[in-house]
């Protein structure tokens, strides 16, 4: 049996990675979603947030976790979405 990880443990994963101001990760052990908000961000496009994200969840992407939604911001960003 294989045992999934918790939104917790995903949120350290990425934490451990990526210096984020805010960060919030929910899910039921196999698909997860998740909000980031970092300064590492700046001058990158969506994509490349992604890849970021992708690449400090390294193997756990393949072997733990099933699928992953994230929205990423900068600080910037997010402060203007929340108004």
């Known amino acids: 049996m294989t045992n999934y990880p ?4 995903v949120r350290g994963y990425i934490a451990a990675g ?3 101001t805010q960060l919030e990760v929910d899910g039921d052990g196999q698909h997860f979603e998740a909000t980031i908000v970092s300064a590492e961000f700046e ?3 969506q994509v490349a947030r ?3 994200v992708y ?5 756990r992407m393949r072997e733990e976790i099933h699928a992953l939604s994230m929205r990423t911001y900068t ?9």
Do not use: K
């Open 6 to 9: 918790t939104p917790e443990q």
């Open 18 to 20: 990526l210096n984020c």
């Open 43 to 45: 001058g990158l496009r």
């Open 50 to 52: 992604h890849q970021r």
């Open 55 to 59: 690449a400090v969840l390294g193997d």
């Open 75 to 83: 600080p910037a960003e997010y402060e203007a979405m929340l108004g």
